[in-house]
């Protein structure tokens, strides 16, 4: 039996409003000289990592999670998403490095999105100062369609065949090239969320380090005597979450209350995920793609 976790927030979305531009794309644009293509030793990672993941976020999901056993065939088991009273203590913890097979399975579903040109390699930039390439992976793909706009008026060699292809997080977070550096560019809507939940904290900052993940104590998934913590890449897919959760449950919402509602950052979870002294802190992490909320729809559970 599968886990019905994931919903789309909505089935059909009203007509998308031209968003302000990125200023991390001027940021990085300022310090670039040129577009070139990557060689050919990355067509290998963009052949096995571009997927239309129109419907790649439930299918990793609802295909099954090695970590997440299936429930035996009876009854439909109670809800998973819940309000939790008191956050997520008790949740069993290993002292070990999380292994690339259980890190890819964790972010499996997540698009980002990349430039390629028409030979199927990855569209790389070089800088004006250190002449060092760079990859760029946007999560937001209107982000990535501005870059190519801007790719196509300083290359004309690249104005034929580039386009914008989705590429699975989990097969490009650990891409290693000499002489490329592989970035994100995080959704600046998100960022600036991140901002107000630190400042929301009594943390206030100027800017955020990273592509911002949300959590919130309150919001634990359940699976057999076992809980784990939903991460979002959007602050409104978690907040969707806590207030399906707590309608079910017919409790306030504790989003509303003042810090219930957490950022982290993706790159720093990625490397703490790694490394066997961090790693048992997100050990029970499960990456929501963006788009998509935590279902607890008895209904939807019956029918899992």
Same mark, same amino acid.
């Given at each position: ?86 956050g997520c203590s008790g949740v069993r913890r290993f002292d070990l490095a999380m ?59 690249? %104005?034929? *065949?580039?386009?914008? #292809?989705? @590429? ?7 891409? =290693?090239?000499?002489?490329? !550096? ?60 806590l207030s399906r959760a707590s309608r079910q449950q017919r409790q306030l919402n504790?989003?509303? %209350?003042? *810090?219930?509602?957490? #950022?982290? @950052? ?7 995920? =790694?490394?066997?002294?961090? !790693? ?25």
């Amino acid at each position: 039996m599968a886990f019905p976790w994931l919903k789309p927030r909505n089935q059909n979305p009203p007509p998308s409003i031209p968003a302000k531009p990125n200023p991390f794309l001027f940021t990085i644009q300022s310090h670039l000289n040129a577009f070139s293509d990557a060689s050919s030793s990355l067509k290998a990672h963009l052949d096995s990592a571009v997927e239309t993941l129109r419907n790649r976020a439930r299918r990793a999901v609802l295909s099954g999670h090695p970590h997440l056993p299936s429930p035996p065939p009876g009854p439909p088991p109670l809800p998973w998403a819940r309000i939790s009273p008191a956050g997520c203590s008790g949740v069993r913890r290993f002292d070990l490095a999380m292994s690339t097979e259980v890190m890819e399975e964790r972010l499996a579903g997540v698009p980002v999105y990349a430039l390629s040109n028409a030979a199927e390699e990855f569209v790389l930039v070089s800088g004006v100062r250190t002449g060092k390439s760079l990859g760029l992976f946007c999560f937001k793909k209107e982000d990535a369609e501005a870059l190519l706009e801007q790719m196509r008026s300083m290359n004309r060699d690249m %104005r034929e *065949g580039s386009k914008v #292809v989705a @590429v699975a997080l989990n097969k490009v977070f650990q891409l =290693k090239v000499d002489g490329v !550096a592989f970035r994100f560019v995080p959704d600046s809507s998100q960022v600036a969320n991140a901002i107000k939940v630190k400042e929301n904290e009594g943390d206030p900052v100027d800017d955020f380090p990273g592509v911002p993940v949300f959590q919130s104590r309150s919001l634990v998934l359940r699976s057999q005597n076992k809980r784990y913590r939903p991460a979002f890449f959007r602050k409104e897919d978690l907040e969707d979450s806590l207030s399906r959760a707590s309608r079910q449950q017919r409790q306030l919402n504790p989003a509303l %209350r003042k *810090g219930d509602i957490q #950022v982290c @950052v993706l790159e720093d979870i990625i490397k703490a995920m =790694k490394e066997s002294s961090a !790693a048992s802190k997100w050990d029970d992490i499960v990456f929501i793609p963006p788009g998509f909320n935590v279902s607890t729809d008895l209904t939807e559970s019956a029918q899992g």
